[in-house]
């Protein structure tokens, strides 16, 4: 019987198909590795500064200045942002904090811009709020650019800003 023979014709013979050879494909997948490494350096080492303040030690230190000084209603803005951020969410609003950004400023020498946007539900939509200050590091002053950021910030040290003004450098 032909369906007996094991070399029958009616089944096909996969060993005489054509196909890649394995050398060809460790190749391409080696390939592909190194592309990944070589754009991974390539991001890491291109990237700006406001994606990583801690490559500037001077934006570290205007970053650090910030989070720590004082604030209104906590020990420190770090930790009035965050108390607030709780405390939206507590309410079950949905709420994100954003990641902390520095900037040196056009134009100034030592002065660094720090931001961190905080992301609300709103009634219909979501909103942000866009905390700012410009860190003079030769004076140690913080100063508030955002009304957001002027809310956080002790009586008396208030920044610039009055209802209308557009802040400087921004």
Known sequence: MAGDNPSSKTEPDFKSQ????????????????????????A???LKPPTLNPMAD???AEAMALVQTHRAQRAPT????LS???QRIAARGQGVKLGEWTVEPQKGREDTYLVKVFVREEGARQWFEREYVWRVDLTKRSV???SMPAEDLMPFGEAGPLKRGDDPAGL
Do not use: E, K, N
């Open 57 to 59: 030690p001077r934006a």
């Open 83 to 85: 108390d607030r951020v």
């Open 18 to 41: 054509d196909r890649p050879s394995s050398s060809l494909v460790t190749f391409i997948h080696y390939l592909v590795v190194a592309l990944l490494v070589a754009g991974g350096l």
């Open 77 to 80: 803005l770090l930790q009035a």
């Open 143 to 145: 100063v508030p650019l």
């Open 43 to 45: 991001y890491w080492a």
